[in-house]
């Protein structure tokens, strides 16, 4: 895969060579420094020729220009300065990003008709630049096209910031670095086919996590029965390939702190089991572990950051198949709470999963409160298309922090009602419940199952099967898997939860 882009701060100075990057505010006017690196006027004169004005993210270049040793000149549009947030400080990375082409030195000047940007800014302007320079390209080889050579892979870009104080920049962007890290890991899990990443490989990735300092557990078939996980074993028992689940804690707040948990969907693939899925866009259902990936990406940026709170997360990784010992609809199972559940739709699996680490969760940790990702349903995606995930929650507060943090980072969640009405359509006469209340609010009536195994705990379930995997491409992200979720929980750990 090509390897992440260094990014590094530098004091306002004219880059000698290479390939130079200017912002813009809206109305094309270029700062002291910016205009600096355009000794000839080129820039000015290019904008009088095309419709280049400064908007946000919108980009307009010179290539080889006359008059310096650059490879290319590029003025990237800031907008109007006054009130830019920090998704509009994102993107103007990513516009940035996209605007290194295959350069492999980029110098950007940072500076915005002499006003300067606040370090916190700049260092999202850095970590737009890494989201948006991701790639997901292990699986293609090497080869000649037409009789020439494709570009070789693997070359890391180097990024020098220039800005007013790089010192306050370099250490805002360690920790914007550090998330960077879990979206790419949360990305690459979610990208990889299903042949390759099994519940037990996906087991052995979380295992890497140790090396910073995660404490991490993985809980084996024959420990899973001895628990009780009967939903979630049931989920897997079609597939040949064994499930696990993982615990993973980082401990980094006071000794007697309770923890915060995520706990996250890992079906590595859903061909929805007897109830099988149409074959078309079947192949999509390899990230249906996307809830289970972003929870192993926000414990990598939370550890790498060193946050300073207690979280748990915990995972559960199964493969859903059609084998012929595989459950069918009409069976009853036990989960570990001791509800039993009626399976109407062997394809509303998910939930079956999360049923029995719901219970654990809150049984083992005691935390104070408990959010769950999952590609849960179809529905959402009906309700909410890519733009927002949706948010089902018991506490209001947490629900409150949750759309807090993902207007902050652009990982915006929408909140969905519950209540009894809709709970009462997967009561069963044949067991304590069933596990799909049918077509009508279906991603309404899935979060009120979730509901039921976790008692009075504060807990928020985000369905992300809209946001995570074959969303849009954007400005940050040109993967099929978004990572979706990692900045969103980091932020929400970082302005409530650290000491």
Not at 39 to 48: N, Q
Not at 250 to 276: L, M, N, Q, Y
Request: hydrophobic fraction near 45%; aromatic fraction near 6%; glycine fraction near 10%.
């Amino acid at each position: 895969m090509t390897e992440k882009p260094t990014v590094t701060f530098a004091k306002f100075a004219a880059p000698k060579k290479g390939s130079v990057i200017v912002l813009v505010p809206e109305g094309g006017k270029l700062g002291e420094p910016a205009a600096a690196c355009d000794p000839a006027d080129i820039l000015p004169k290019i904008f009088a020729t095309t419709d280049f004005n400064g908007k946000l993210a919108a980009s307009v270049e010179a290539l080889a220009p006359q008059g310096t040793a650059y490879d290319r000149l590029t003025a990237v549009g800031t907008g109007k300065v006054d009130g830019l947030n920090e998704e509009a400080w994102l993107k103007i990375g990513g516009a940035a990003a996209a605007a290194a082409k295959n350069a492999t030195e980029v110098t950007l000047v940072a500076d915005v008709a002499g006003a300067e940007i606040a370090a916190a800014d700049i260092a999202s302007i850095g970590l737009g630049i890494l989201l948006r320079s991701y790639v997901f390209d292990k699986y293609k080889t090497k080869k000649e096209e037409n009789g020439a050579k494709q570009p070789s892979r693997g070359k890391a870009v180097k990024f020098t910031i220039q800005c007013a104080d790089p010192a306050a920049a370099r250490k805002a962007f360690a920790d914007a670095e550090a998330v960077a890290d879990g979206v790419y890991l949360a990305r690459d899990l979610v990208n990889e086919p299903a042949n390759v990443l099994g519940p037990v490989e996906f087991a052995e990735k979380v295992r890497e996590l140790e090396e910073l300092g995660v404490k991490v557990d993985i809980l084996t078939e024959k420990e899973l029965q001895k628990l009780g996980m009967r939903a979630l074993l049931g989920v897997a028992q079609g597939s040949v390939r064994p499930p696990r689940v993982a615990i993973m804690r980082w401990s980094g707040g006071k000794v007697r702190e309770k923890p915060v948990a995520f706990v996250g969907k890992g079906v590595v693939f859903d061909t929805g089991g007897i109830s099988i899925k149409p074959a078309a866009n079947m192949e999509d259902m390899k990230g249906d572990m996307a809830g289970a990936a972003a929870v192993v990406g926000l414990m990598r940026a939370l550890a790498a950051r060193k946050a300073k709170a207690n979280i748990v997360g915990m995972i559960g990784l199964v493969e859903n198949m059609p084998d012929g010992n595989a459950q069918r609809p009409g069976d009853i199972v036990t989960s570990m709470s001791g509800q039993t559940i009626e399976i109407i739709n062997t394809d509303a699996e998910g939930r079956l999963v999360l049923a029995d680490l719901l219970w654990h969760c809150k049984e083992q940790f005691k935390p104070q409160f408990i959010v769950n990702l999952a590609t849960l349903t179809g529905a959402i995606l009906i309700a909410l298309g890519n733009a927002y995930a949706g948010l089902f929650s018991n506490d209001d507060q947490l629900a409150e922090r949750l759309a807090e943090a993902g207007n902050a980072t652009g990982e915006k969640v929408w909140r969905m009602p519950l209540g009894p009405e809709y709970d009462k359509l997967i009561d069963t006469k044949n067991a304590d419940m069933k596990n799909t209340g049918g077509r009508n609010a279906g991603s309404i009536t899935a979060a009120q199952f979730l509901k039921r195994f976790v008692g009075e705990t504060p807990w928020a379930h985000l369905d992300v099967a809209g946001t995570a995997m074959a969303s849009p491409s954007s400005e940050i992200n040109q993967s099929w898997a978004s990572g979706f979720g990692v900045r969103l929980l980091d932020r929400l750990v970082a302005n409530h939860y650290e000491g």
